[in-house]
């Protein structure tokens, strides 16, 4: 699926194995009970999506960007986030817990209505000092 446009489409109870997507325009789809294994995500537009009970089991999402998606019920076990963008996005009862690597590029203040593991969270650290404002200094 590189460069392909599958901007506003449906996806309903399917399931994607070792697929890659590059530079793809999923944006304004709308997907519920989609599983993707093992799967790579490069550069994908899922802009305004409606991801519903969503699994990314082992996969490597790099520079996604979810911009005002609505993410429900969505799980990440085994997967890599590298530089996503959640600027505007709504996550209800997300679980980032099992994700391998968690890297926000922007939009940190969307994770409200996720949850994290500890060792994420202070991976996150940074970014959310950052975020409010916060100045951490040992001087």
Same mark, same amino acid.
């Given at each position: 699926?590189?460069?392909?446009?599958?901007?506003?489409? &449906?996806?309903?109870?399917?399931?994607?194995?070792?697929?890659?997507?590059? @530079?793809?325009?999923?944006?304004?789809?709308?997907?519920?009970?989609?599983?993707?294994?093992?799967?790579?995500?490069?550069?994908?537009?899922?802009?305004?999506?409606?991801?519903?009970?969503?699994?990314?089991?082992?996969?490597?999402?790099?520079?996604?960007?979810?911009? @005002?998606?609505?993410?429900?019920?969505?799980?990440?076990?085994?997967? &890599?986030?590298?530089?996503?963008?959640?600027?505007?996005?709504?996550? &209800?009862?997300?679980?980032?817990?099992?994700?391998?690597?968690? @890297?926000?590029?922007?939009?940190?203040?969307?994770?409200? @209505?996720?949850?994290?593991?500890?060792?994420?969270?202070?991976?996150?650290?940074?970014?959310?000092?950052?975020?409010?404002?916060?100045?951490?200094?040992?001087?």
């Amino acid at each position: 699926m590189v460069g392909t446009n599958l901007a506003e489409t &449906t996806w309903l109870d399917s399931e994607c194995t070792a697929g890659i997507f590059a @530079g793809t325009e999923i944006h304004g789809s709308e997907m519920r009970r989609v599983v993707f294994h093992q799967c790579k995500f490069d550069s994908v537009n899922l802009r305004a999506t409606s991801l519903k009970d969503v699994v990314f089991a082992d996969c490597l999402l790099r520079d996604v960007d979810f911009a @005002g998606a609505q993410l429900a019920d969505v799980r990440f076990p085994g997967s &890599t986030l590298d530089r996503a963008r959640l600027d505007r996005a709504t996550l &209800t009862r997300v679980d980032l817990r099992e994700a391998s690597s968690l @890297g926000i590029a922007s939009g940190i203040d969307a994770l409200n @209505g996720a949850t994290i593991s500890t060792p994420q969270l202070f991976d996150l650290a940074p970014l959310l000092a950052q975020h409010i404002g916060l100045t951490v200094s040992d001087n």
